[in-house]
């Protein structure tokens, strides 16, 4: 199983500001995602990331609200950009499990905005 | 679109009962359907999966059959302890390389 590491694990953040989560796997990954969980709520996923291409968004989501980098096969960035309450929430980072059929989660990154 | 469905919470039993908690998948094919939980300040673990119809997961004392009929992938445990308090998610994807749909969760509170 890949192991997945995120910084920061939690931060607190002042409205308007922007804050890029990092996500760094183990091993070399196919797929990257980013999802979002909302406070009492369930995992939404903002976007796929896959290595050398655009980021590909989900309904709700767009890349100037989000700004995804993939440099590589074990990193990517997730950007929280012009920050308001509602971005309040766990990010979370997972990679594909190639052919296990199971996606691997980081730790999350916790975000509260003032 | 696909969806999940599960039993809303709070469920509160106390220890040694019997838990179950439904989760139904709606979609197209017959993806495999995976149970996370989240501990309370922690990140998401892979309970259990099932690839396969008919396909049983199993881990810490909990179970869910995969039933292709029904598509459902109902959680069980025998005997819960106040260490199993958490939410719990059910899930399904096609392959891992796709999107996880999540259900809603379910928060169980064990209580001694």
């Known amino acids: 199983s890949a192991v997945i590491s995120q910084k920061p694990s939690r931060d607190i953040c002042q409205r308007g500001t922007s804050l890029t989560i990092q996500c760094q796997v183990d091993s070399q990954v196919t797929m990257m995602f980013w999802y979002r969980q909302q406070p009492g709520q369930s995992l939404t996923l903002i976007a796929t990331?896959?290595?050398?291409?655009?980021?590909?968004?989900e309904s709700g989501f767009v890349i100037d609200k989000f700004p995804i980098s993939r440099p590589n096969l074990t990193f990517s960035t997730l950007t929280v950009s012009n920050m308001s309450p509602e971005d309040s929430s766990i990010y979370l980072c997972?990679?594909?499990?190639?052919?296990?059929?199971?996606?691997?989660f980081g730790p999350g990154t916790r975000l509260l905005v003032l | 679109g696909n969806s999940v469905t599960q039993m809303e919470g709070p469920v509160t039993l106390s220890e040694e009962a019997f838990l179950t908690i439904n989760c139904t998948y709606t979609?197209?094919?017959?993806?495999?359907l995976f149970w996370y939980v989240q501990y309370p300040g922690e990140g998401l673990q892979l309970l259990l999966k099932?690839?396969?119809?008919?396909d049983k997961g199993s881990n810490k004392g909990f179970e869910a059959t995969y039933r292709k009929e029904t598509t459902s992938f109902h959680l069980e445990k025998g005997s819960v302890q106040v260490s199993d308090s958490a939410v719990y998610f059910c899930?399904?994807?096609?392959?891992?390389?796709?999107?996880?749909?999540f259900g809603p969760g379910t928060s169980l509170s064990v209580i001694p």
């Open positions: 899930a399904g994807g096609r392959t891992s390389y796709d999107k996880v749909i």
């Open positions: 979609a197209t094919g017959y993806p495999s």
């Open positions: 099932a690839t396969k119809a008919d």
């Open positions: 990331a896959n290595q050398g291409s655009e980021a590909t968004y």
């Open positions: 997972s990679v594909d499990g190639g052919f296990q059929e199971t996606q691997y």
